[in-house]
Nanobody, 120 residues
């Protein structure tokens, strides 16, 4: 089942964006782990944040204190609020879903097509 991200765009350094990702068609959505990843051309995909079914969260060091992952299970949606954006945050951001708590990309079973974030 395809995930759908939106909310990317162009923003000046120091600005904020909130990314959203819907997971239509997933029953028992609340039981899944959701993750946000990002990728820059020529580089490996990087895990940004993940949130488990019980609300446990994890963040990559470079976004700690600047990013917040949250979820609304009634809407089958996960969010990534990013503040104090930096040029190095520029990337294509993907959301993904996993059946178990993880922040490892290979354990996520379904992915969205990505939303571009450009910080200048």
């Amino acid at each position: 089942v395809q995930l759908v991200e939106y909310g990317g765009g162009s923003v000046q350094a120091g600005g904020s964006l909130r990314l959203s990702c819907e997971a239509p068609g997933y029953t028992h959505y609340s039981s899944y782990c959701m993750g946000w990843f990002r990728q820059v051309p020529g580089k490996e995909r990087e895990g940004v944040a993940a949130i488990d079914s019980d609300g446990t969260t994890t963040y990559t060091d470079s976004v700690k204190g600047r990013a917040t992952i949250s979820r609304d299970n009634a809407k089958n949606t996960v969010y990534l609020q990013m503040n104090s954006l930096r040029s190095e945050d520029t990337a294509l951001y993907y959301c993904a879903i996993a059946g178990t708590w993880t922040n490892e990309a290979f354990k996520f079973t379904s992915w969205g097509q990505g939303t571009q974030v450009t910080v200048s």
